[in-house]
């Protein structure tokens, strides 16, 4: 089965991210996932796996809450399949979510516009943004400055805010001019960036200075992820977001907070910024919004901008036909509606902090460089045989390519293992797992990593 589709895969589907012509009966096989069941997936042979990875970090719930989620969809689609939220037209599926949404975000934040996944809600943020200085007589702010290393989509305007070449350089110039600051990732930096006053500093000066460099009169926004996920689960120092803000204020640009991954639950909030103190402008969602039952992004305003954008006559000229489509803010809330009862975010609480402990005793391990992260989003940074940690080619081949990967799969766990400068081995697991399998998960990679280590001893 898996070879036939394999097969029809590599005449017919063009795969995001993948080198398609190496796909097919005579090159790389094709991983089919053919169906879920509570945290678990299983391909096309009948095989198991833990879904270590939440599909792309979307399914918070796993996939045991079908009936649910059908049979809100089904009285939506009976009831009103589709009608836009365009030209002053909508439909309460999409005003209820909206509604929904403005309880659960912080304080202050009250507006959702709704598109159909993460980089039109980025796109979204800057659009905005765009708007808000214009109308207040500041239309020169028309730069971004978001974070080396950070993804935020690859939507031509997404991609603007992204510094790695091999993603951007095919595309030529970016779209929006963009300046890019440091990252949180303090792992290989100097002893005292351990201190998180210090480091915390040193972040926000560097974005200061190039704040006044360019002109703070030319900056529209900054955008970050509370945790960020290139880069593997960067988390940011103590007072860091209280001090984005501080110069948000200051230099009247807006914040925007990246939580299409580290929303609805992922680092144990409905925003992961709530557990940093973020007081953002605009949060920008997708993937958890609906738990991967169905495609959705969104992009929640803040009440001063809202009030500038929404002031009579000012038109918000920008929209997707499907945003808010009302199959998918139907599933949304009753996506919501399962994670309250079930109580998903206090899962995440109560068991972080075995799974933090699992994670952190991978630190021992010479092949393991750094260990991050929060809730259930981990990361583990990988060293080689090279002085200073590095890889070899032969040692990367081996071990980052060929053997953690593969074993990985084949003791059952999906897993990201990102075959980057630094390498790195990722999880997000699915927010209702318990105690037993999170155990699992860091007991499959202690004995990955703990092979791999042995190997790269040799
Ligand atoms: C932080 C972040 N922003 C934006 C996006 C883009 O989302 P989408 O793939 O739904 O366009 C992603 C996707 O992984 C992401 O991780």
Redesign the pocket.
């Given at each position: 089965m898996t070879t036939d589709l394999s097969a029809v895969a590599a005449k017919h589907l063009l795969l995001n991210m993948t080198s398609n012509g190496s796909l097919g009966p005579d090159g790389e096989g094709l991983f089919v996932v053919r169906s879920g069941e509570g945290p678990y997936v299983r391909d096309d042979d009948g095989t198991r796996y833990i879904d270590g990875l939440s599909g792309?970090?979307c399914c918070q719930l796993g996939y045991s809450y079908a009936d649910e989620i059908a049979e809100a969809a089904g009285k939506q689609l009976r009831e009103l399949s589709f009608s836009p939220l365009w030209s002053a037209s909508a439909h309460p599926a999409a005003i209820e979510l909206a509604q929904r949404l403005a309880g659960l975000a912080p304080a202050g934040i009250e507006h959702t516009f709704f598109s159909s996944?993460?980089?039109?809600?980025?796109e979204t943020a800057w659009k905005i943004a765009r708007r808000y200085h214009a109308l207040r007589g500041e239309p020169g702010r028309a730069k971004v400055l978001a974070r080396r290393g950070?993804?935020?989509?690859?939507?031509v305007g997404?991609l603007s805010f992204t510094d790695d070449p091999g993603l951007t350089e095919p595309y030529g110039p970016p779209a929006i001019d963009t300046r890019f600051v440091a990252n949180t990732n303090r792992h290989g930096l100097f002893p005292e960036m351990a201190n998180d006053a210090v480091f915390t500093a040193h972040l926000l000066g560097e974005i200061e200075d190039t704040v006044l460099a360019e002109g703070p009169d030319t900056i529209a926004m900054l955008i970050a992820?509370p945790v960020q996920?290139?880069g593997g689960c960067i988390t940011p120092p103590e007072g860091y977001w209280q001090g984005l803000r501080t110069l948000a204020d200051r230099y009247g640009f807006l914040l925007v907070a990246?939580e299409?991954?580290t929303g609805f639950g992922r680092l144990g909030e409905w925003f992961g910024g709530i557990r940093y103190g973020a007081e953002s402008d605009l949060i920008?969602v997708?993937?958890g919004i609906t738990a991967g039952y169905a495609p959705m992004?969104a992009t929640l305003v803040g009440q001063r901008v809202a009030e500038v954008i929404n002031q009579p006559g000012a038109v918000l000229n920008h929209g997707y036909t499907f945003g808010g489509h009302p199959l998918s803010a139907a599933i949304s809330l009753r996506t919501l509606e399962i994670m309250e009862r079930d109580q998903v975010l206090q899962n995440v609480r109560d068991l972080e902090g075995g799974l933090a402990n699992g994670m952190a005793a991978l630190a021992g391990l010479p092949i393991v460089a750094d260990v991050r992260g929060a809730g259930f989003f981990y990361a583990v940074q990988l060293a080689g045989d090279q002085p200073g940690g590095g890889f070899s080619d032969a040692a990367r081949q081996a071990l980052v390519v060929d053997l953690i990967p593969r074993r990985l799969r084949e003791a059952g766990l999906l897993a990201r293992v990102y075959n980057r400068a630094a390498p790195l081995l990722q999880i997000a697991p699915p927010l209702i797992s318990d105690r037993p399998l999170l155990d699992r998960i860091t007991e499959i990679i202690a004995d990955t990593l703990d092979e791999a280590s042995r190997a790269l001893a040799r």
């Open positions: 792309l970090y996944g993460g980089a039109e809600a980025v950070a993804y935020h989509g690859l939507t997404a992820e996920n290139r990246d299409v991954i920008t997708a993937k992004g």
